[in-house]
């Protein structure tokens, strides 16, 4: 992996030269490599996800998508979909920083793509100086002639994945003959019953989409709470899921790197999973290897994702730390429960049964406590000698947070990641001080939303499975009609480890 970082001072003011470069549509009106350029399906220029297709000078074109934009930090980072070089996996940022002598302007350019060995010098070069430094050339030039582009109003840049609508439209079945999938459809927001088995019309895979026909679909917590409606990421009729392995079908025009028959698995919205076949963007797709069958990869990923960024970033978990783990039982605890220990900590597990327990402590938990015998704060002030657990993996919620922020020690973190059990409600933060605890919720969204975030996440978690720290147990099965039923399982805590739909 080549790795190229330019940077230099630019002889004007930071937002003078923020309103240039964010304009993510604009480089043809700076750059000299540029002959033109367009926003594809007229999508605004600062817009997360938007595609700029453009030519070169010298006649090659390329498509290249925005992956973040911040007017905060004066950032945006973009990455390359086609090119006719083979500059494969390039992802490049932008970011810049105020010079308070002379209120100047510092401008870092950096990248990091894999060339064919033969083309290592030729493609670095070319990045460097006909890309990076000929752009610094162009805008200091711009600039210094006073030519600056009036801003682009600003708008909204992302919100949170529990926020922001993914859910598309149904497509209604043509009388004319056009395709079909069988779905499950969320008529309106409620309880599991809302949830109909049905037929919705599956136009042809467009401009950068490809079809998948899902073999196994995961049942995750977010599923209940996009049928609730607690989380705004589908729109009433819509078909709910997130995650789901299966085979590609069709490649749409514009869909490079692909090929039909190809395994793929995706824990990301847009929802729509839980159907027979759909269509969507392939940029957060990721290939299965031989050794992740479709049934582990669509029970887990999502799970398996979600315990990566929690266990190393949200809190590092270190070697002699004490870990509290809720729902110890459950997906997403299973895998916390046996990686924890793996990372070194002393893991206490919490559990709603005796025959949970059992399950606990085979995974590896080194202190189990069944809710329905003890106070499990006050069992892990015992366990711990009066000192407390060091970070607590909450995803029950109402039922357990105030026992959590008691179970913690002083500098203890508490990780809200799902409220299963109900919303937490309103708390007093200065009473956090008493403990100097933390307390975070991370999204989901915030670790995954590009393919170098979710390629961490993803390669970490493979790894797991591979070296043995994290072993998955068979899903529990369901036929895709029986939706309801999972829902039903998992809302109840009647179920163990995942659940899947075989579609």
């Not at 510092?106 to 000929?134: G, H, K, M």
């Not at 759909?278 to 029970?299: F, H, K, Y």
């Not at 109900?422 to 956090?432: E, K, L, M």
């Not at 720290?469 to 829902?487: F, M, T």
Request: with cysteine; charged share 20%.
């Amino acid at each position: 992996m080549v790795k190229v970082c330019q940077s230099t001072i630019i002889d004007a003011p930071i937002d003078e030269v923020w309103r240039v470069l964010r304009d993510f549509n604009g480089h043809d009106r700076w750059h000299p490599a540029i002959a033109s350029s367009a926003i594809e399906n007229g999508e605004p220029v600062d817009a997360i996800g938007s595609v700029r297709r453009f030519r070169l000078a010298d006649g090659g074109e390329l498509r290249e998508q925005l992956l973040s934009l911040s007017d905060t930090d004066f950032r945006l980072t973009y990455c390359l979909l086609e090119a006719p070089l083979p500059l494969m996996g390039y992802v490049a940022s932008i970011r810049l920083k105020p010079v308070t002598d002379g209120n100047r302007t510092f401008w870092e350019w950096r990248s990091e793509f894999q060339p064919p060995a033969n083309r290592r010098e030729e493609l670095t070069r070319l990045v460097t100086e006909d890309i990076y430094r000929a752009g610094f050339a162009a805008i200091r030039k711009l600039l210094s002639a006073g030519q600056a582009r009036t801003p682009v109003a600003a708008r909204p840049i992302a919100t949170p994945i529990e926020t922001r609508p993914a859910s598309r439209p149904l497509e209604p079945i043509s009388a004319t003959g056009s395709d079909h999938t069988r779905a499950i459809v969320v008529a309106r927001h409620g309880g599991p019953e809302v949830m109909e088995f049905r037929e919705i019309g599956l136009p042809e895979p467009g401009y950068g989409e490809l079809r998948i026909r899902h073999t196994i679909i995961g049942v995750n917590f977010i599923d209940v709470y996009c049928r609730t409606g607690y989380f705004d990421l589908l729109t009433p009729p819509g078909v709910p899921g997130m995650e789901a392995a299966g085979v590609i079908e069709a490649i749409g025009p514009g869909v490079s790197g692909f090929r039909v028959g190809e395994r793929v698995g995706y824990a990301c919205p847009p929802v729509g999973a839980y159907s027979e076949r759909r269509n969507m963007s392939p940029e957060l797709l990721v290939r299965l290897p031989d050794d992740i069958s479709d049934e582990t990869a669509a029970g887990a990923l999502l799970k398996g994702v979600a315990a990566s960024f929690l266990l190393h970033d949200v809190h590092a978990v270190r070697p002699g730390s004490t870990v509290l783990v809720h729902a110890a039982a459950g997906g997403i605890g299973q895998i916390l429960v046996q990686w924890a220990r793996h990372l070194g900590a002393t893991v206490i597990a919490t559990v709603s049964s005796d025959d949970k327990a059992r399950l606990a402590e085979r995974l590896g938990a080194h202190h189990v406590v069944v809710y329905s015998r003890e106070i499990f704060a006050d069992a892990v002030m015992e366990i711990t000698g009066g000192r407390g657990a060091d970070v607590v993996y909450d995803a029950v919620g109402s039922d357990t947070f105030a026992g959590s922020l008691a179970a913690l020690g002083v500098r203890g973190h508490l990780v809200s990641f799902g409220q299963a059990s109900g919303p937490v409600g309103n708390w007093d933060i200065g009473r956090f001080s008493s403990k100097s605890i933390t307390v975070s919720r991370p999204n989901y969204g915030h670790y995954t939303d590009t393919p170098d975030k979710l390629a961490l996440q993803m390669n970490r978690f493979f790894t797991a499975l591979r070296q043995g720290v994290v072993r998955i147990d068979a899903p529990r099965r369901y036929p895709l009609a029986q939706a309801a039923d999972a829902h039903r399982d998992l809302e109840s805590r009647r179920s163990t480890g995942s659940l899947v739909l075989v579609a």
